[in-house]
């Protein structure tokens, strides 16, 4: 049985009478920063020789500390109920609720932000006075860099004010429309996505037509979305003093601009293996007539179909294999915890715990948004996981990811609620972490027929990750100096992804069966909070397998370590962390190492599919 969550344990039903109870608390926690902001203020400015700032920022922060797990808590529970009922109007309304109650907390946060710049000379007395506050240097020096970037306090609350109903609302609409779209026969979208991992060639082709079709049919209402959604950041962006969009996100991922070139380099040093990949797969395909294209994996085209680039690679007709038997989700979870222990009993405990304690909704039903996540909650230091579970071997990965970045904050457990938000670079390395310790088992238990088929799964992700990340990052690149100069249709979307697809996959995906309206489906897009949520993947991935390198070497020793390094990421630099794990990520030579592994995988496949 796929199940659905249980959330008793978070919050009560939003129409309740215990949910206005904790409504109240989150007010009351939001009253009292507001009386230590309001008493900072008057001493400063009437009698500031006896305003004793390091007194009071430790007042704050631990205050701060209650309202911030409240806060946290209570937008990701709004979105969660949500995004399993999209139409449900009582979740609509909780959500704009929600965001009501946090441009008073953002106000608050701005004050504070104010406060503490102008007394930036005083940060040395409160960390000799208070040694315990050590562990917020690097935060506290994050929140003034950040100041920098602020409009007006006046002009911040009205930016935060309009956009619940400007970019919030539009990301909404997005969600909302993708979740209910269904084929004549009620497949809801998401399925028919989910069929580019079926076995069978005429259904992977189908579907991918009633994807586009579906897409097209809505596109003025996708590209007034995303047009809308980018052009309100560059308006934002501009008074707010940053150079463009991609140094935002470099800020918000505690990444300098040098590992980003880095990074990027290396991957775009490896597209010839990776186009290798594709074409091999392709003429695999093509020979072992498991492909409905007429052109893909020919002399005159020998690229893949964008449709068959999840296709199972096996020429044989049995069901039992990894890719093509449907696994029940008993069965998925009794593996996960199997391989998580595998690696720490600490982490297959903490597993076994998430499924037992049913923090999982798995279950496919229409209302409910694509995809997959997992949202973590300060109150009780609990997640929530949500997939789309259809019994593919694809899923019990989605599955094993999104409970590595479980496993990460939980080991983040008794710090305070200010470190709980790390960068989604590092966020994306847990969660890469967990799924490698999966697929690295299956590719050593298989050979080959089987072993051709597990090692083009970790290829088919490990391309997503790398190369199709890349062509998101060309087009989002893309979209935004474009966007500040004028404003941009369907067409405009379309052909953008076209040529970040022709830059990135090259010959390597067919030349006539692409997926232009990529822009369309991805929701990372839609958020007026991530722009190049792209990027922080591909960084994950050969982080990630960095450290199952050096698991590999050290053994169950590791682990420990490990949790460690988790338990750190909320209170430093992607550089600074790195350097303590032995790793120099501003020179390609470092994410070289990782993408090996893969190109060494690209060499045995295309030995194994001969």
Known sequence: ??????????????????????????????????????????????????????????????????????????????????????????????????????????????????????????????????????????????????????????????????????????????????????????????????????????????????????????????????????????????????????????????????????????????????????????????????????????????GIAFYDLFAPMTASEKNDSVLSRKWTFAEARDYIIERYSSFSEEMGAFAKKAFDSGWIDAECREGKVGGAYDEDFAVNHESRIMTNFTGAFSDVITLAHELGHAYHFSCMKGKPCAFFSYPMTLAETASTFAETIVKQDMIARCSGADRMQILDLDLQDASQVLVDILSRFYFERSVFEERSKSELNSADFCRLMRDAQEKSYGDGLCRDERHEYMWAVKSHYYSTGLDFYNFPYAFGQLFGAGLYALYKKEGKSFAGRYAELLSRTGSMSCEELCREAGFDIESKEFWRSGIDMYVKEIVELKKLAR
């Open 1 to 302: 049985m796929i199940p659905r969550w249980n959330l008793d344990s978070i919050f009560p039903p939003v129409q309740s009478a215990g949910y206005d109870k904790v409504i109240a608390e989150y007010v009351s926690g939001m009253d009292n920063l507001e009386n230590l902001v309001t008493s900072a203020k008057k001493l400063m400015k009437n009698a500031p020789a006896n305003f004793d700032f390091p007194m009071w920022l430790k007042g704050f922060l631990e205050a701060e500390d209650a309202t911030l797990r409240l806060s946290s808590s209570l937008n990701a529970f709004a979105y969660i109920v949500y995004s399993v009922d999209t139409t449900n109007t009582d979740f609509l309304n909780n959500i704009s609720r929600i965001d009501e109650l946090g441009l008073r907390l953002e106000k608050i946060g701005l004050d504070f932000q104010s406060i503490l710049v102008m007394n930036e000379a005083r940060l040395p007395q409160f960390f000799e006075r208070f040694p315990e506050f050590a562990q917020y240097e690097f935060i506290l020096g994050e929140e003034i860099a950040d100041a920098r970037h602020k409009m007006t306090a006046a002009e911040e609350n009205l930016a935060s004010d309009m956009q619940r109903t400007g970019g919030n609302a539009w990301d909404r609409l997005h969600e909302q429309i993708i979740s209910n779209l269904s084929d004549g026969n009620g497949k809801t979208f998401n399925e028919i996505r989910n069929d580019a991992y079926s076995a069978d060639k005429n259904v992977r082709r189908s579907s991918y037509e009633k994807e586009i079709s579906l897409l097209k049919r809505n596109e003025i209402a996708f590209a007034a979305c995303l047009n809308n959604l980018k052009g309100e950041t560059v308006a934002l962006n501009k008074r707010r003093k940053w150079g463009d969009a991609l140094d935002r996100a470099l800020f918000s991922s505690r990444m300098g601009r040098k590992t980003l070139e880095a990074l990027v380099g290396a991957i775009e040093d490896s597209l010839p293996s990776w186009r290798d990949y594709f074409r091999a797969k392709a003429s695999f395909l093509r020979k072992n007539g498991m492909t409905a294209s007429e052109k893909a994996g020919t002399e005159s085209d020998g």
